[in-house]
């Protein structure tokens, strides 16, 4: 099993900024985000695997960035340049290829009011 512990979100301004954080009990092959919005499903925003690839969203290419802490067990996400659709219930997500399954954070709201 896999503890995720997530931190940040809130309430930010069209264009302004904000740090999403999640520390993993333990390194697995894929770290990151989704975020989902009311009665849509659930979609990825940045992913990082074990080789330090990084996948992002079509929607939030160059203003969002996924970095690792220096412990590697750590993901954050700095989101830049936020627009009032970013507005959703994001989730620490990661992936574990031995246990063949996905975990979840318990979900951080963020608003972007315009």
């Known amino acids: 099993q896999v503890q995720l512990v997530e931190s940040g979100g809130g309430l930010v301004q069209s264009g302004g900024s904000m740090t999403l954080s999640c520390i993993f009990s333990?390194?697995?092959?894929?770290m990151g985000w989704h975020r989902q919005t009311p009665g849509n499903e659930r979609e990825l925003v940045a992913v990082?695997?074990?080789?330090?690839?990084?996948d992002y969203a079509d929607s939030v290419k160059g203003r969002f960035t996924l970095s690792r802490g220096s412990a590697r067990n750590t993901v954050h996400l700095q989101m830049n340049n936020l627009k009032p659709e970013d507005s959703a219930v994001y989730y620490c997500?990661?992936?574990?290829?031995?246990?063949?399954?996905?975990?979840w954070g318990q979900g951080t709201q963020v608003t972007v009011s315009s």
């Open positions: 990082i695997n074990y080789s330090d690839r990084i």
């Open positions: 333990r390194t697995i092959y894929k």
């Open positions: 997500y990661g992936y574990s290829d031995n246990a063949g399954k996905a975990f």
